[in-house]
């Protein structure tokens, strides 16, 4: 069996790490402590911070600084570094404060999905966005602060080491996929009918990736691209790139389809929910929004729809990214309806603003070989609609 590495600064936090190394040891995995500290030595470490340190690109002058914020930030880079380099590791535990959270979670999000991270971590039960990022990191609450081994600490370690055993030791086999390429597509609840029915069609052939467009799920597809594991993309939802641009809370960033870019990958994509920006509940909207229209979608979820002028703009970003793509492109317009909400009798039915977009695109639009700007009158979730994505993605998908 490969190594767990048990990582953390062990000046500050050496009986609990030791305790984890110590359990995981007891339930059959070999452990390895990896110190990533940045004031001063801690003991017992099977592999010191100055090790780890001199991975990073700059050497370990780098990262013991004297200074904190720098030092933590040069040891999380040193640590990515150290952990892709390693041939026997088999998963990653960690445990502590926010200095120590923001270390071991750049080294977890660094390596592959599906190799076991676990993170316990007193940020654990906020907003682990930066933390977590596209990764498969599970993280913990850590209840109390990660000091001492008490009756509380000693139960969330437990847990934590136990989780990390137990995915060790019962891999799930990596599925045959030969015969079986994965495509890659991404999903709303206003746009669910549509990309049920394309992964319904596509299912016989091809291991279909349904990734929920709340910007994490954008940038782990990506990243999926990135990694060579996308044979293509049915990007049917763009929704984070409103998001992006308005000021809503599920942005994928800037960087939403420089993957696409980058890789050439085949792309079959859509204007799916950009009638839409993400706030949490009501009164989390923010007030310079106000007087706009809104809809509640649930208790935790309220939608804003975007103006004709916010489209203008959202579609001007898009069709700037597809024109920089090199690879077999077909970008597909819902002239009825861009969303379950945006067909007539609906609350976000907006012809102007869809109009808006869609003009937007079709100006910026560049010709070049293998790239097809298609208009169809169907609404987004039409089984019409659905159907000329399937053909489109036989077109450039063999």
């Not at 609840?189 to 992964?199: D, E, L």
Request: glycine share 12%.
């Amino acid at each position: 069996m490969n190594k767990a590495y048990v990582a953390g600064t062990l000046d500050t936090k050496g009986p609990e790490l030791r305790y984890l190394r110590d359990l995981l040891a007891a339930a059959g995995v070999p452990a390895v402590l990896v110190d990533v500290g940045t004031a001063r030595p801690g003991e017992g470490a099977d592999i010191t911070a100055s090790e780890v340190a001199s991975c990073h690109p700059g050497g370990a002058d780098a990262v013991f600084t004297g200074d904190r914020g720098s030092a933590v930030a040069a040891m999380a880079e040193a640590f990515a570094h150290f952990l892709q380099g390693r041939t026997d590791l088999g998963g990653v535990i960690g445990a502590g404060g926010s200095g120590n959270t923001t270390i071991v979670s750049a080294g977890m999000r660094a390596l592959p999905i599906g190799t076991p991270k676990v993170l316990v971590s007193t940020l654990g039960s906020g907003d682990v966005r930066p933390y977590v990022g596209a990764s498969d990191i599970c993280m913990m609450n850590a209840v109390t602060d990660v000091q001492g081994i008490n009756s509380i600490s000693r139960t969330v370690l437990g847990n934590a080491a136990h989780a990390l055993a137990g995915m060790m030791r019962h891999r799930v086999p990596a599925p045959d996929v030969a015969d079986k390429p994965a495509v890659a597509l991404s999903m709303f609840g206003v746009t669910t009918p549509c990309v049920q029915a394309v992964a319904a069609a596509l299912e016989d052939r091809f291991d279909c990736l349904v990734f929920h467009a709340t910007g994490t799920g954008g940038q782990a597809m990506e990243k999926l691209v990135d990694s060579g594991l996308v044979r293509a993309l049915v990007d049917v939802t763009t929704t984070e790139i409103a998001d992006e641009m308005v000021g809503g809370i599920l942005s994928a960033g800037p960087e939403r389809l420089d993957a696409v870019i980058r890789t050439g990958v085949p792309w079959i994509g859509s204007v799916g929910a950009l009638d839409m920006v993400n706030f949490g509940p009501r009164a989390s909207v923010p007030e310079r929004f106000a007087g706009r229209q809104l809809y509640i979608h649930n208790p935790t979820v309220t939608l804003m729809r975007t103006t004709p002028e916010e489209n203008a703009q959202i579609g001007a970003w898009l069709v700037a990214k597809i024109n920089r793509m090199r690879g077999p492109v077909r970008f597909l317009l819902p002239l009825g309806g861009v969303s379950v909400i945006d067909v007539p009798g609906m609350p976000f039915h907006d012809p102007e603003a869809d109009q808006a977009l869609f003009q937007a695109i079709r100006s910026g639009w560049q010709e070049a070989p293998g790239r097809e700007l298609i208009e169809l009158p169907h609404a987004l979730n039409d089984p019409a609609f659905a159907a000329a994505l399937v053909d489109c993605f036989h077109q450039i998908v063999r």
